[in-house]
């Protein structure tokens, strides 16, 4: 196992709890990274958050579901070191990393060898997962690239800020979850608001737009993964566009003044159990860090910002899986070979820990001597590794992009029409309950698939 990220931590975990050996290879603190600050494993670089934790109507709250029911170690730590996200599920970042550490240094079967391995593992390594993920090292990107004749495997994505709260004005922002949302723990005011009138919002994207960025020298020939665009770059695509996205002030009362309607909203989310440290959702950032305090204090609430970290920008890397990997995620040109997380195309902490989980099983059952299948497509763990491993092509879409789980990458399902009352349901209750319907089939073929008859004799 190589990487101890989500994905490899997550792989790492399934592998030992199937009962087999496995050794578990991270390079922190040997070497670092750009993006890294500690040497625990399953360390958040960029946001806390896991996103939408409900699986009746989102995707990733049934992709959490889904990988609850397997004894996701991700899961179970995350829900463990919660903090107040509205309807999201939130961690605090340094209590996740370090439960996850924790309980894989326990396991009697893992071993971590806190070491780097240069470019393909040994070749006496006869059944290797690969998560190394976005930071995957120079060395091993270009022996990958020469193994499979492939031109290119990176993008760039972004970090955002985070402000410490005690420089927070709280008699200009004030705290509430989009349309007052109750979260897991029944917080509906999980979020800070900081309000925008309409100059202070044009003001602020012309400060934005001018402001100076980092570049790299061969920035014009690696793409951005749309998921984690930097703020700039939005603003760069239209001055509306981040009002429409990060920053759109729908389902949020001001209560210094309620009667106004501001014209743009900055959020800001909790990033660590005490609550003193929270991050400006949506603020990926290129831009110079002397820049980002100057154009970050316009923002009313904080023009005494005081912030723990700043935003920064790092390179991804990520294969053309549907190309490279076969069915359970064995790359073709050398099948000793599994890749994981998000080098596989996939995007979001909870679906690089997803495809680490297959990724676990699958080798897992490989050395007990048995063919595991995928999950069903109608499951949102089988809809993530069919897209990477295939169905992006089936799809006859243009080039292959990383990926969040969606609705769309599920097979469709006819949702009910009318309502119990024999009345036309209206076209958002059609939609909630459509979605119901896909968790429930999904969390029902999860069930089916995870049992003995998913398990077949090898051949």
């Known amino acids: 196992m190589v990487g101890g990220g989500l994905a490899g931590s997550e792989a790492a975990w399934q592998i030992a709890e199937a009962g087999v050996p496995v050794v578990l290879h991270e390079m922190r603190p040997v070497r670092g990274t750009d993006a890294h600050q500690t040497d ?6 960029c946001s806390n958050s896991f996103r939408a934790d409900d699986w009746t109507g989102n995707a990733v709250g049934l992709l959490h579901a889904e990988m609850r029911r397997l004894g996701s170690i991700i899961l179970s730590a995350g829900d463990a070191h919660q903090v107040p996200a509205g309807g999201a599920l939130a961690v605090d970042r340094d209590g996740f990393a370090q ?29 290797v997962i690969v998560a190394t993920g976005p930071l995957t090292s120079p060395a091993l990107s270009e022996a990958i690239l020469a193994l499979t004749g492939e031109g290119q495997l990176s993008f760039f994505d972004a970090i955002a800020p985070i402000v410490h709260l005690d420089s927070i004005d ?25 309000p925008m009138d309409k100059a202070q919002y044009d003001a602020f994207i012309d ?17 951005y993964f749309d998921g984690c665009l930097p703020i700039e770059v939005m603003a760069e695509r239209g001055r509306e566009t981040l009002r429409h996205g990060p920053m759109k002030p729908v389902g949020l009362t001001n209560e210094h003044d309620p009667q106004t309607k501001a014209w743009a909203v900055v959020q800001l989310r909790q990033d660590n159990a005490l609550g003193t440290l929270w991050n400006m959702v949506g603020f990926q950032t290129k ?25 920064g920008l790092h390179r991804n890397t990520f294969l053309n899986s549907p190309r490279l990997l076969d069915g359970t995620l ?20 909870v679906e690089s820990a997803a495809i680490g989980l297959l990724a676990g099983r699958f080798a897992a059952a490989e050395r007990l001597g048995r063919a595991i299948e995928a999950p069903p497509a109608t499951t949102a763990l089988g809809a993530l590794v069919g897209h990477i491993t295939g169905g992006h092509l ?48 999904a969390l029902a073929d999860l069930a089916e698939w995870a049992g003995a008859p998913a398990l077949v004799a090898a051949e």
């Open 287 to 311: 831009l110079k860090h002397a820049a980002q305090t100057e154009v970050f204090r316009t923002i009313p609430g904080l023009e005494a910002a005081v912030f723990a970290r700043l935003g």
């Open 330 to 349: 064995r790359l073709k040109a050398d099948p000793r070979l599994r890749f994981a997380g998000q080098v596989t195309g996939v995007e979001g902490y």
């Open 207 to 223: 400060a934005l737009l001018a402001g100076p960025k980092s570049e790299f020298k061969d920035w014009e020939h690696v793409p």
């Open 40 to 45: 625990r494993l399953a360390e958040l670089v």
């Open 170 to 194: 709280m008699d200009v922002a004030w705290r509430q979850s989009r349309y007052d949302k109750e979260g897991p723990g029944g917080d509906a005011a999980a979020y800070i608001n900081c």
């Open 99 to 127: 439960a996850v550490t924790e309980r894989l240094e326990a396991h009697r079967l893992v071993t971590i060898a806190r070491e780097e391995v240069a470019g393909l593992p040994p070749a006496e390594w006869d059944s």
């Open 394 to 441: 089936e799809a006859g879409k243009g080039s292959f992009q990383p990926m969040n789980i969606n609705y769309g990458l599920l097979p469709p399902l006819e949702g009910p029409k009318h309502g119990a009352d024999g009345k036309r349901l209206p076209h958002k209750e059609r939609g909630r309950a459509k979605k119901r319907l896909m968790g429930e089939r």
